[in-house]
């Protein structure tokens, strides 16, 4: 196995601090639009496994080529949803498979944004779904954390929990907190820009995919290990739309506990417009003023050290045991700061996204997952992710029960 992780930022970086522990793979090229940044993570690691390229992921057959000369069998891509479909194509040229953490973007309807759905998000990945199975390779798209290990935790839940499943309900909040910031997130501010002011997308059995307003859906849950009750709204992500593909549910939906502080930034950036992404003339310049808005903020890569606290991400599901009797389960996992900071130099947040793709390469490459075409996590077996993720990475993923 010959893998190019495309990102040398957050989630890439991670990544390869993880994969440098592992002994899966026979080379891993890091590829990143700064050259010197994918090189100087190589030189961190300090393994001859590795080595570094400069690339343009915007281009389908930059990617293609490079995926040629280093001989790529796996396509890692750690880089923002602007690029998904310029890497997706380019591994398909090469004739690679294609692993992601976020899907190709969405776009509303143009009339009912808050009712229907317009472009849903993975829709442009799907569409090639027939040629990938054709050509015989793999794209496993959603396999970060969120999308990817909540959908692992469905398709166990499905399989080994539950014989009828009312809702699967993905809830995630942190008590994490950036010292010496007013404001700094712990993500990509482009992706959650991308993510939060999209209309949320809700899946019921009887109704398919629909839209509702931004923040909606109010609720409380409670979170474990002491991070307590959390406010949670409706937020766009790709579990909703992979979920219903592979998964017997009545419901199925995302809500992120994002605080009334993060609320109302995300709301004023909307209100001024600077969340948008076309350019715009300053001076003799032209920029996107979501790019300004990522620049003037301290990139998450820098701000593991400045941070305390944990994340969970889980998933709650509910309905009729295997007994047949009401049941509610929550499944999850943390990642304490501290920890993760300890143990590799990373914060939380993308490190817990970046350990899952990891593990899925290291089941590609013994054979424990495989399949052909555009699939997500919950399309393969739960039981060989979930015993490589606690066994082999020494990660434990929990399980409490709920009041039906």
């Known amino acids: 196995m010959r893998i190019l992780i495309i990102g ?8 390869a601090l993880i994969a440098a522990r592992r002994d899966f793979y026979e080379h891993i090229v890091i590829g990143d639009y700064d050259g010197d940044r994918a090189a100087a993570l190589v030189a961190r690691i300090g393994d001859d496994r590795f080595s570094a390229i400069q690339i343009d992921a915007s281009v389908a057959q930059a990617v293609a080529q490079a995926c040629r000369e280093h001989q790529i069998t796996h396509v890692l891509n ?4 602007r690029f998904v479909m310029s890497i997706f194509e380019g591994a398909f040229l090469a004739g690679a498979d294609y692993l992601d953490t976020a899907m190709s973007l969405s776009s509303a309807h143009p009339e009912k944004p808050h009712e229907l759905t ?27 954390v969120e999308p990817g290990m909540v959908d692992v935790f469905a398709r166990y839940a499905a399989d080994h929990l539950f014989s009828e499943i009312d809702e699967l309900g993905v809830r995630d909040a942190s008590d994490l907190v950036v010292h010496g910031y007013e404001f700094a997130p712990s993500f990509s501010i482009w992706t959650v820009i991308e993510e939060c002011l999209n209309p949320p997308v809700i899946w019921e059995k009887d109704k398919g995919w629909y839209t509702t307003e931004p923040f909606s859906g109010a609720e409380v849950f409670d979170f474990p290990d002491g991070i307590g009750p959390v406010e949670c709204v409706n937020v766009e992500h790709e579990e909703v739309l992979l979920m219903p593909r592979w998964v017997d549910a009545k419901k199925v939906t995302f809500k992120f506990g994002l605080g009334d502080e993060f609320i109302d930034v995300l709301k004023t950036l909307r209100k001024l417009g600077l969340d948008k992404t076309e350019k715009v003339k300053v001076h003799n310049h032209e920029v996107s003023p979501r790019d300004v808005v990522a620049a003037v903020l301290p990139d998450p890569l820098t701000l593991g050290d400045k941070m305390s606290g944990k994340t969970c991400a889980g998933l709650y599901v509910t309905g009729k045991g295997k007994d047949g009797n009401p049941r509610a389960v929550y ?23 970046a350990m899952n793709p990891v593990v899925a390469l290291e089941l590609l490459s013994t054979g424990a997952w495989s399949g052909a075409g555009v699939l997500g996590p919950e399309a393969l077996p739960s039981e060989p992710f979930l015993d490589l993720l606690k066994d082999g990475y020494g990660q434990e993923w929990k399980m409490e029960e709920r009041t039906a």
């Open 78 to 81: 750690v880089v923002d949803p």
């Open 331 to 353: 499944l999850y996992h943390v990642c304490d700061n501290e920890w993760s900071m300890k143990e590799y130099g990373a914060q939380a947040v993308v490190w817990q996204t």
């Open 8 to 15: 040398a930022g957050g989630v890439g970086s991670s990544a």
């Open 118 to 144: 317009g472009v849903k998000l993975g829709d442009d990945q799907f569409a090639m779904a027939d040629a990938w199975e054709a050509k015989g390779r793999l794209a496993l798209v959603g396999i970060g």
